[in-house]
């Protein structure tokens, strides 16, 4: 998504954490229900370095954008 506008870069983020939201805590519904291992850190985890990563590709394009006249 390099030649992406700023819309769609921030669009994409805004679907990607929407989807975020509602899954995890579906999978924390179902590990709670399934006990112990609590494998849905990993998938916490995991994820959220992506969203994370997601997040400063998008910020640090803007702040680019915004330096260059």
Known sequence: ???A???KRQ??????AIAF????IVLVVI???TGA???VLWVLLGWGI???????S???????KREIP
Do not use: D, E
């Open 50 to 56: 992506g969203l994370l990563a997601h997040w400063l």
């Open 37 to 39: 291992p609590y494998w």
């Open 31 to 33: 590990n709670l229900f």
């Open 58 to 64: 998008v910020r640090c394009q803007t702040a680019g």
């Open 5 to 7: 506008s700023q819309a």
């Open 11 to 16: 669009l994409g983020l805004r679907i990607h």
């Open 21 to 24: 939201v509602p899954s995890i």
């Open 1 to 3: 998504m390099k030649n």
